[in-house]
């Protein structure tokens, strides 16, 4: 059973980067598309960026476009997310969940969810 685990969530100022973690065990992340979500208090759950396992990259948001980069390293079995220019907007629980293969921005086509890491913008 593949288990992911989220790091890296922190408070920052607006304007600050932070790259978040998405650690896999229990399997290889080579066939997996790995989906970068978020839940802001009393929004609903969202895509935010997605790494296939060709190791293509897409962001779904245009908020985050040009801002938020997903990368793999799968000697490692991690998936990265780097998030500069950070805005007050971003405050969220940041997930990352697995898929076989292909990207989707759809929730309930993941099948395998990390417990989430806290990102607060704010000065």
């Known amino acids: 059973q593949l288990q992911l685990v989220e790091s890296g969530g922190g408070l920052v100022q607006p304007g600050g980067s932070l790259r978040l973690s998405c650690a896999a065990s229990g399997g290889s992340l080579d066939s997996y598309a790995i989906g970068w979500f978020r839940q802001a208090p009393g929004k609903e759950r969202e895509g935010v960026s997605c790494?296939?396992?060709?190791?293509?990259?897409?962001n779904w948001l245009d908020t985050v476009k040009g801002r938020f980069q997903t990368s793999r390293d799968n000697a490692k079995n991690t998936v990265y997310l780097q998030m500069n220019s950070l805005e007050p907007e971003d405050t969220a629980i940041y997930y990352c969940a697995a898929r076989s293969h292909f990207c989707s921005s759809h929730v309930y086509r993941f099948d395998n969810w990390g417990q989430g890491t806290q990102v607060t913008v704010s000065s």
């Open positions: 790494t296939s396992s060709s190791g293509g990259s897409t």
